[in-house]
Structures are given as structure tokens and as C-alpha cells.
């Protein structure tokens, strides 16, 4: 029997999500691409995370402060950035990846990704959450990102 570490990165790699959440068999999962899904699971789903497995395409800085906000026992990440290992380390997260990099690039390779420019001098958890909203918020104010269906669905 497979853990659930194991079944969340299985749904990862195999069935094309984004990110996948694993708790007592209850699946949470999105195939939306950044930041905002995991936002959005953490902003509706705080008890279900709670000792919750979590599968993602990519952890970096940015999203390593969100994910100290929850209680998930572990995270697995394709790709992480050597900042996400030492916050989630810091904050006594178990976690694993398939690729360590120094940081995370944006879609195109040109540069930084916003989150993890944005987290970049960034030192606590409450701090990157804070910079993370402010920013989304001033993005909502100017776009529709967030808008529309929130991906998440149970299997």
C-alpha cells in the first residue's frame, strides 16, 4: 500500500495536477499553474491540511512561507528551490523534491520568478505571507488573476 506521500506525488507526476493534497484518502488537487492554487487550498481548506501530505510542481521561497502557515506533515516538490529547503527546514517541515535548484526562474527562463524575487530578502514566514498578499491584492486591483474556478476538486 502506497503512502500518502507516495500517492500524491503519483497523482503528481501521472495525472497532469499542478498540485495534489492527500489526507486520509480525501484529495485536493489543481491543475492551475504559480501560486495561487496553493493560496487558494490553504485559504479554504485549513483543516483539512492539518497533518496532510502535499505534492507540488514547484516549491520555492514564496511558497515554502505559505506552506509554514499550514500544519502539513510533508511536501514533495519536482522542483525546489534551495531558499524553500532552508525555510522549510527552519520550520521542522519534512520535505523531499525531485530537482534542488538555487531559485526558482520565471515561465520563460529570463529571470527570477516574481514570488521568489518578491521573497528574496525576505527572512520570516509572517513576513513573506504579508509581501505574498500585498502583491496579489495589488495584482487583483490591476487583472483577474484569481478569478474563476479554483481547480480544486475531490478525486
Not at 483543516?47 to 510533508?74: M, P, Q
Not at 535548484?101 to 520568478?113: A, K, P
Amino acid at each position: 500500500m502506497k503512502t500518502e506521500i507516495e500517492l500524491a506525488k503519483n497523482h503528481l507526476k501521472n495525472y497532469g495536477y499542478s498540485l495534489v493534497v492527500v489526507k486520509d484518502g480525501v484529495e485536493l488537487v489543481s491543475k492551475e499553474r504559480g501560486i495561487m492554487p496553493l493560496l487558494k487550498i490553504c485559504e479554504k481548506n485549513q483543516d483539512i491540511l492539518e497533518g496532510a501530505v502535499l505534492a507540488d510542481k514547484v516549491i520555492g521561497k514564496a511558497a515554502a512561507f505559505i506552506i509554514c502557515k499550514t500544519k502539513l506533515k510533508e511536501v514533495y516538490a519536482e522542483v525546489m528551490s534551495e531558499s524553500a529547503v532552508q525555510v522549510l527546514s527552519q520550520a521542522g517541515i519534512k520535505y523531499g523534491y525531485g530537482r534542488l535548484v538555487s531559485e526558482i526562474m520565471n515561465r520563460d527562463g529570463s529571470d527570477l520568478c516574481p514570488m521568489e524575487n518578491l521573497c528574496r530578502n525576505i527572512d520570516t514566514p509572517h513576513e513573506g505571507i504579508m509581501a505574498i498578499t500585498n502583491f496579489i491584492n495589488k495584482k487583483k486591483r490591476g487583472s483577474d488573476i484569481g478569478a474563476g474556478d479554483t481547480g480544486e476538486h475531490n478525486v
